[in-house]
């Protein structure tokens, strides 16, 4: 991963007019730029001329993003001198499923889209999962480019090329790698992201600190504040941080061998909370609360600095994040959600455990690995003592 920063400063300062580009490998050695800045949309003609021409140009989005930022993406795309079609969906996770993929497909072949069409995946981690999905099967694959306006999807979604749709069984069960063109995140867009949707993306930011940039999750809870009232400039500093961090893992683990677990880190457990609460508690608090008590499982196992948690307990307080457990989720069921993750291993459930902050216990020998299987009678004790006196 090589990070270029354009005129102004590096991510941290992000000062004015500063563009910043991240390289993501992908596999056969090569590559795909992720932009980073403030008021960079206009760079859009330029990018899709010299990184993905096409005959014609479909922007997906869901209809809340289209409303806001649609007229004027088709107006850039326009100036790209080709053809453009808006396809909108419903908004919200329910409706990143197979039948909108169905719907989208359909009406592209019906507009005529060939082999030599584009997607533009306009919106956030929704908008872009389900039409990168369908860029990626869309008569065997077409190109895909990633415009992502949430903070979600502009420090994790947009970025490694995972694209699918939720089923019956489970969210993201279905799916594809079709890594995108390039990626063009523009912090202005947040301006108009609900603040509650900030601290969600700012859980998977807080995540990237903990796994490996201490001053950086330490730099989130100082600007914390400032990226809830949607400040453009702190934001595309944490952007560019957050991208340049799971760019660098995916890099040297492109399909989820290997080291691409640590971005795992709070979602063994957040993900049996989410299940648990029958998903109302939403999958960013869910990661967040996971971080606290997974840190709180490696203290208790002896991997983990104590005082780690207590941490990032402060750190998830300081995004927004509720760091209690509602009193009415049963430890038991959470417990039981456990062996449903689509990555525990043979019934016993698999931890990414921190050393410390910015610090993930395992290494890459074979038998070593990135995560560890911990006794589910610890991790209901750890939940249960939580649930009762908190950290
Ligand atoms: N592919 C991956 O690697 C990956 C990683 C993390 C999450 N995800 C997926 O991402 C999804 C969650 O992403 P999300 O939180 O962005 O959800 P989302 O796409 O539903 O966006 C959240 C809400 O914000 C609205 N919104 C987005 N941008 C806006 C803007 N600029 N202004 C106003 N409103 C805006 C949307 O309409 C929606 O209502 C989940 O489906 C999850 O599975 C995928
Ligand atoms: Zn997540």
């Not at 990633?146 to 019956?168: E, F, N, R, Y």
């Not at 995004?319 to 016993?348: I, M």
Request: hydrophobic share 40%; glycine share 14%.
């Amino acid at each position: 991963v090589s990070s270029v920063p354009g005129r102004g400063g590096a991510g941290g300062g992000a000062g004015e007019d500063s563009v910043h580009e991240v390289r993501v490998r992908i596999s056969g050695g090569a590559t795909y730029p992720v932009v980073v800045g403030v008021g960079i949309l206009d760079r859009l003609p330029g990018l899709l001329q010299e990184l993905a021409p096409a005959h014609r140009y479909v922007i997906i989005g869901d209809e809340r993003v289209l409303e806001h930022h649609g007229t004027e993406v088709r107006r850039l795309v326009l100036d790209a001198g080709s053809t453009v079609e808006v396809l909108g969906f419903p908004p919200g996770e329910e409706h990143k499923n197979r039948g909108e993929w169905a719907r989208l497909t359909d009406e592209m072949l019906r507009l005529g889209t060939g082999r030599d069409g584009c997607v533009l995946a306009l919106g956030g981690g929704v908008s872009g999962d389900l039409a990168g999905f369908v860029a990626a099967t869309y008569m065997r694959g077409i190109p895909v480019v990633q415009i992502p306006t949430s903070l979600v999807a502009m420090v994790d979604s947009s970025v490694g090329g995972k694209t699918g749709v939720d089923v019956p069984m489970g969210k993201n069960l279905v799916g594809a790698f079709h890594p995108p063109r390039f990626v063009l995140a523009d912090a202005e867009l947040i301006r108009t992201l609900p603040r509650s949707e900030r601290s969600q993306g700012l859980a998977e930011a807080l995540k990237h600190g903990a796994i490996r940039d201490r001053p950086y999750l330490e730099r989130l809870q100082a600007l914390a504040p400032r990226l809830l009232a949607g400040d453009e400039h702190a934001t595309a500093g944490v952007v560019a941080r957050s991208v340049e961090i799971k760019a660098d893992v995916v890099s040297r683990d492109e399909r989820e061998g290997g080291l691409r677990q640590i971005l795992n880190f709070g979602h063994t457990l957040g993900h049996a909370l989410e299940a648990a609460s029958g998903y109302r508690i939403s999958h960013g608090t869910a990661v967040g609360l996971g971080m606290i008590l997974e840190a709180r499982l490696g203290e208790v196992v002896g991997v983990t600095a104590p005082g780690t948690a207590t941490h990032l307990e402060a750190a998830v307080r300081s995004a927004g994040l509720r760091v209690t457990l509602p009193a009415e989720l049963d430890g038991g069921e959470v417990v039981a959600h456990l062996g449903s993750d689509k990555k525990a291993r043979a019934g016993q459930p698999r931890f990414v455990l921190l050393e410390g902050l910015g610090t993930v216990h395992g290494d890459e020998r074979p038998g070593m690995g990135w995560s560890h299987a911990v006794p589910v009678e610890e991790v209901r004790q750890v939940l249960e003592s939580f649930q009762r006196e908190g950290i």
